[in-house]
């Protein structure tokens, strides 16, 4: 079966400071990850999936098969970066059928 | 080009009740999923279709079923409604171009079961 957890479910951080937002995950099969985030009273969008080893918004993701991890990065946080961010797995396989943590909300103070 | 619409946008229903949900898909986009998203958790996985037909689901029972028609809109149906179904609805459409494609969602409906 597969697992996300998002071990913080808050994370406050200083405008400048750097973020980091953990996920691991459990999957026997090949995974595909992705973060997934919502701002204030929009939807649910697509920040950036580990196949396209992209930066978005400055955000990057590194894919640790060794330690099942796949942890949000950005050196340096800005105040428009307070969100609600969800890690997900989707299988390779099934693909987009995604299997999402609890989530951690962002909260970036000026 | 119109993203993915949800209907309604809140409900309340007594248990034991049915209730029908409607998702329409993005332009261009042949597959829907369904998620549930209770209070303080993350979206859970209901099932998902393609071209008209169920293509995986998540650890839900029976009773929560679905549909998808020829214009790739979609329905999630509940029978015998229970308080615990009280969650926020979400759909998602996704083109048709591989399995890494990104899904885009609707703003959900909310679902409160009394």
């Known amino acids: 079966a597969q697992r996300v957890t998002q071990p913080e479910k808050l994370l406050s951080v200083f405008k400048g400071a750097p973020v980091e937002l953990k996920c691991n995950y459990s999957?026997?099969?090949?995974?595909?990850l992705f973060w997934y985030v919502q701002y204030s009273r929009q939807r649910l969008q697509l920040l950036l999936r580990?196949?396209s080893r992209e930066s978005i918004k400055g955000f990057t993701a590194d894919l640790n098969k060794g330690e099942t991890s796949f942890h949000l990065k950005k050196p340096f946080a800005q105040e428009e970066d307070s969100a609600m961010y969800y890690c997900a797995l989707s299988a390779t396989i099934t693909g987009n059928q995604f299997y999402f943590g609890t989530g951690t909300s962002l909260t970036v103070i000026p | 080009e119109t993203g993915v619409t949800q209907s309604p946008t809140h409900l309340i229903k007594t248990r034991g009740q049915q209730v029908t949900l409607r998702c329409s898909s993005q332009s261009g986009h042949n597959t829907v999923s369904w998620y549930q998203q209770a209070l303080g958790q993350g979206p859970q996985f209901i099932f998902q279709y393609y071209r008209e037909e169920e293509n995986g689901r998540g650890n839900f029972p029976p009773r929560f079923s679905g549909l998808q028609f020829p214009n790739y809109s979609s329905e999630l149906n509940v029978n015998a409604l229970e308080l615990d179904d009280s969650a926020l609805y979400l759909c998602?459409?996704?083109?048709?171009?591989?399995?890494?494609?990104?899904?885009?969602f609707g703003q959900g409906t909310r679902l409160t079961v009394v």
């Open positions: 999957y026997s099969g090949s995974p595909e």
């Open positions: 580990h196949i």
């Open positions: 998602a459409s996704s083109p048709p171009t591989g399995p890494n494609t990104e899904a885009f």
